[in-house]
């Protein structure tokens, strides 16, 4: 005899309902719309022009600021002792020549403080706000915008492919420089490697000359030059006169001459000058990368020179 057993199902067990309530809200339908190629959007258009335009901002700047931190160099203690040419004309800046030419004219017998050359106007002329051109002008005169001094120092490099270079570095931050530049010197295949030895440690000032001068004319400028104690004598492409002189004399010599030629000064600066041949590079995508990484040095606001 066999038994069955029947178990019934219990209230856990019975089928749950599916439905449930769905809010007016949630029934909407979405929305799509295509993606449009960059060459239909009006900011891809947009974002390359005023990355372009703005590169060119920082560049100009870059040379404002590093121009005022020299002649701030220069200056006998917060003050400056301005003379370029017989009307004693003083450029805002080089770099904005060919933009707007704008002097001011002074007597060059008198001394003028930097902040008052570079007043609300001046400073227009690159777009540089007031606090930037302060620190330039303490950079030039050896302190940073804390009022710490600067260290200076050099970095030697060499850039494929055997381009020998000596960055003059000041700054207020030896460490963070440092890493920044050899970062970047890595970035161009570069190396860190002793180049001194390679370059002349010189003065050179170029005054403002006529391109079409003859050569014997340009020999009495070059008699002028030497008998003021000018170590050499050159006439760049535009006509202007390049001279060469010791550190030490650089500045004074730039004024002596430019009196006695009655022409005013267009840079006066101490460089490392090759003290071998010069040899052209041919190599195109060598010379791209180059020019780049003088660029970004350039725009690096603790490198005073190349």
């Not at 590169?55 to 003379?83: C, E, H, I, M, P």
């Not at 030629?261 to 052209?280: F, H, N, R, Y």
């Amino acid at each position: 005899m066999s038994t069955r057993v029947f178990v019934l199902p219990s209230r856990s067990f019975a089928p749950r309902s599916t439905a449930f309530a769905i809010c007016a809200q949630c029934r909407r339908s979405f929305a799509s719309s295509a993606v449009l190629n960059s060459g239909h959007n009006r900011w891809s258009k947009i974002r390359h022009e005023k990355g372009a335009a703005d590169a060119k901002k920082n560049t100009q700047r870059s040379g404002f600021a590093k121009n005022l931190t020299l002649w701030s160099r220069y200056a006998d203690g917060a003050r400056y002792s301005v003379w370029a040419g017989p009307e004693s004309q003083f450029a805002a800046s080089r770099r904005d020549r060919s933009r707007k030419e704008r002097y001011l004219e002074r007597d060059g017998s008198e001394t003028y403080k930097p902040q008052k050359i570079y007043s609300n106007e001046d400073r227009g002329l690159a777009g540089m706000p007031k606090a930037n051109i302060d620190i330039a002008i303490a950079r030039g005169q050896g302190k940073s915008s804390s009022g710490v001094g600067l260290e200076a120092m050099t970095l030697e490099v060499m850039i494929p492919p055997a381009v020998a270079m000596v960055i003059e570095i000041e700054t207020d931050n030896k460490q963070r420089v440092l890493q920044d530049l050899r970062s970047l010197v890595k970035k161009h295949r570069g190396t860190v490697t002793p180049t001194a030895f390679l370059f002349d440690r010189l003065g050179r000032s170029v005054l403002k000359g006529d391109p079409e001068v003859d050569e014997e004319k340009f020999d009495d400028v070059m008699m002028i030059a030497v008998d003021a104690g000018a170590e050499d004598v050159q006439q760049d492409k535009s006509g202007n006169v390049v001279v060469w002189t010791q550190p030490h004399e650089t500045h004074q010599k730039a004024q002596d001459l430019s009196r006695e030629l009655q022409t005013e000064i267009i840079s006066s600066e101490i460089v490392w000058s090759p003290s071998g041949d010069k040899v052209k590079l041919d190599d195109e995508e060598a010379a791209t990368n180059i020019a780049a990484f003088l660029t970004a040095l350039q725009e690096y606001p603790d490198v005073q020179g190349v």
